[in-house]
């Protein structure tokens, strides 16, 4: 078991192992959806809210289900179904009971399906033998985090719609070279606390 | 309605139209799925420390690929519409755990290091992507030919930028010490991740420079 405590595990995920600048995951929706900053700050929220809860769910079905029946190989199959039912559910639930919350966040619930960021906290969270309360805080900590990084490259990005980018750089080029620089900025948290 | 299906065949002639050839070669170069579509750049930017990793993640990219292109293209038309994603998705998550049970198995060290990466191909858009729009309306064969070539592509981007991040970052190549003499310090810059995305973000700038996008008027 990791002995790491709650409170280092939530701030690490945010800062020092952000699931988008340490660990790379969730890039496709971070690289099309930074345009605008409302844009941006709707999936961060939706991403966080599904991580959380998906990440608590993995984690009761992996270590009551899949250990006792002997399997762990069939582990990621079903958390991906998992955050696919959890996202159907989550929409058909929104749209029943808030249909002002569902037109802000409606449109990106069926993008994070196929966000990797959320399928890969469940894994971490496998991989790095969390109990109940750290997977939590990890859930909640990296969706956090990955929303705070979309948000700096969308409100990034809306200011460099003025300046003279190389043609040929614009586009995904120029997003990887920013979050290169804000990567860097991150690592400085590094001294900080550290995972592993 | 008419124009959704000449989309459809324009996309089915401009992949190669039945021609293998086209299609393994458009896979590598003309359409690359990192560079010309950004699509699978998380894993692309995480086993990329490595020459190693990367050409372990390349090989395990194109078993999933084809292999997903086969099975897609002999079941699709008994494929219900409706439930297609999730099947598709159920295919490629089968063939991921058969290749990270088989590096388990057999190189678990590799497996060891690549962490929860092998698994995070279920999700990488490449694959679904080509199950989508390429297996579904092509003969199994070609589609496993498909399948093949955009692994390949994919696997050439990742040795690129392994190659420069080892060297750089960690003076070796494939383990092997080749700076020590040279006078060049290793950066760690470059082993860690803002290196990774500023090696992808100069990568893409030289091979649009190289082979400009159609359309360059999107906005930064």
Not at chain 1, 34 to 58: E, K, P, Q, W
Not at chain 1, 111 to 134: D, E, H, P, W
Not at chain 2, 11 to 33: A, C, H, Q, S, Y
Not at chain 2, 200 to 207: D, E, K, R, T, Y
């Amino acid at each position: 078991m990791n002995s790491t405590p709650v409170f280092v595990i939530f701030v690490a995920s945010i800062f020092t192992n952000n699931i988008l600048l340490a660990s790379f995951l969730g890039m496709c929706s971070f690289l099309v959806c930074s345009n605008r900053i409302d844009t941006a700050f709707g999936l961060g929220a939706a991403v966080t809210f599904v991580m959380l809860f998906t990440t608590m769910i993995d984690y009761l079905i992996y270590h009551y289900v899949l250990i006792p029946l002997k399997l762990e190989f069939l582990s990621y199959i079903i958390f991906i179904a998992v955050i696919a039912a959890f996202v159907q559910f989550v929409e058909m639930f929104v749209e029943r009971f808030s249909p002002k919350l569902y037109y802000a966040l409606g449109i990106f619930l069926p993008l994070i399906t196929v966000n990797c960021a959320i399928l890969g906290a469940s894994l971490f969270m496998v991989l790095r033998k969390y109990n109940f309360a750290q997977s939590t805080f990890f859930g909640l900590g990296s969706g956090i985090g990955w929303a705070l990084a979309i948000a700096l490259m969308a409100g990034l990005r809306e200011k460099m719609g003025y300046s003279n980018v190389p043609a040929r750089l614009r586009g995904p080029g120029i997003v990887m070279l920013v979050t290169g620089i804000i990567a860097m900025a991150f690592m400085g948290f590094a001294g900080m606390l550290k995972l592993q | 309605m008419s124009s959704d299906v000449n989309q459809r065949k324009g996309i089915d002639t401009g992949f190669g139209g039945g021609k293998g050839r086209e299609t393994l070669g458009d896979g590598v170069f003309k359409v690359n799925p990192i560079t010309c579509q950004v699509l699978g750049i998380c894993s692309a930017l995480a086993v990329t420390s490595r020459l190693e990793k990367a050409l372990v993640m390349g090989g395990a990219l194109v078993f999933v690929l084809a292999m997903t292109g086969l099975i897609v293209s002999i079941l699709r038309s008994y494929m219900p519409r409706r439930i297609r994603m999730i099947t598709e998705v159920a295919i490629i998550a089968t063939f991921v755990i058969l290749f990270d049970q088989f590096l388990r198995a057999f190189y678990y060290d590799m497996s060891k290091q690549l962490g929860p990466y092998v698994a995070l191909i279920i999700t990488n858009c490449i694959v679904m992507g080509r199950a989508e729009a390429f297996a579904t309306q092509n003969p199994p064969l070609l589609s496993m030919l498909d399948g093949v070539a955009n692994g390949l592509g994919y696997a050439m981007i990742l040795a690129i930028i392994a190659i420069f991040r080892e060297i750089f970052g960690n003076g070796t190549l494939l383990g092997y010490p080749i700076l020590t003499g040279t006078g060049i310090e290793k950066n760690l810059l470059f082993a860690l991740a803002p290196g990774a995305f500023i090696a992808a973000g100069f990568l893409i700038w030289f091979l649009n420079t190289l082979n400009p996008p159609e359309s360059t008027e999107d906005s930064p």
